[in-house]
């Protein structure tokens, strides 16, 4: 059915802003430290005043929120904090990995292919087909989603392997997290303004799909009815002809109407299209 790029791109805005709500909502989890437990969570041989008089040095030092951790015990045993703020960096990944691919595949061709828009170029094309355009940079956010991926399932299995009070996988978990956050940051950034800000689309090759589409005969079934609607679409792929001329040969419905349900305006909007109401 048909969908405007803008109501498309909207999608995506809104996908990358929840994932990019719930990767801040998990960081809030990474303030408690697990100062002054000791080895197993008990303080032992800790001053008194350790916990408070570091936690405020750290927060001078690095500006962030950081607080001692409410149960000392939690954080020694556990990595659960850090586990919840990979997910949420998955879950980033995964929506940013299936955009780059949506805008691959919006961008194929330009012949055989949907071509509805138009990538920059970032590199003169393909060594063996003159004149190609290659999706190069969501190519690679599409690497760096899989590795970011991979290296949430490493943090999920060391978190795992911890034992009793004790975690010897921190340094892979630690190493795994802060690079996963980077060259997820660095691919975003790389793709907003190597890709994004520059896509263009092709309104040329949107209306000619449009207008081909056979699927538009959806708007006419309040109108004509399933079964109507259904060998209208069937008849139009049979001949090649257009929803609309199949319409108007058989006398259906008169150009004018035909004109205002299978607007795209009409189309992209909730409710029956074409109804006045």
């Not at 929840?18 to 032992?44: C, F, I, K, M, Q």
């Not at 795994?176 to 790389?190: D, G, K, P």
């Amino acid at each position: 059915m048909p969908i405007t790029l803008g109501q498309e791109f909207g999608g995506y805005e809104a996908c990358v802003e929840r994932a990019a709500d719930e990767v801040e909502r998990a960081a809030s989890g990474l303030v408690e430290l697990n100062l002054g437990a000791t080895a197993v969570g008990t303080g032992l041989n800790a001053h008194p005043g350790f916990v408070e008089r570091a936690v405020a040095r750290l927060r001078e030092a690095t500006g962030l929120p950081l607080v001692g951790a409410a149960n000392r015990f939690r954080v020694t045993q556990s990595m659960g904090d850090v586990l919840t703020y990979s997910g949420a960096v998955r879950r980033l990944a995964v929506e940013l990995g299936k955009i780059a691919s949506d805008l691959r595949l919006l961008a194929m061709g330009p012949r055989a292919g949907l071509a509805e828009i138009l990538l920059p170029a970032v590199q003169p094309g393909s060594s063996i087909m003159p004149g190609k355009v290659n999706p190069s940079v969501p190519e690679m956010v599409n690497q760096v989603c899989f590795q970011v991926i991979g290296c949430d399932a490493t943090v999920a299995a060391a978190c795992e392997a911890g034992q009793l009070e004790l975690n010897v996988m921190m340094p892979v978990i630690a190493w795994n997290m802060i690079f996963s956050t980077t060259i997820l940051r660095e691919a975003m950034t790389t793709l907003r303004e190597r890709t994004v800000e520059g896509i263009e689309a092709d309104a040329e090759r949107c209306r000619e799909l449009l207008d081909r589409s056979t699927a538009v005969a959806t708007a006419l079934s309040p109108y004509l009815g399933y079964a109507v609607t259904a060998e209208i679409a069937k008849a139009s792929v049979e001949t090649g002809r257009s929803v609309r001329d199949v319409v108007l040969e058989r006398g259906l419905l008169d150009a004018a109407t035909l004109d205002r349900i299978l607007s795209p305006d009409s189309m992209t909007k909730p409710g029956i299209a074409g109804s006045p109401s």
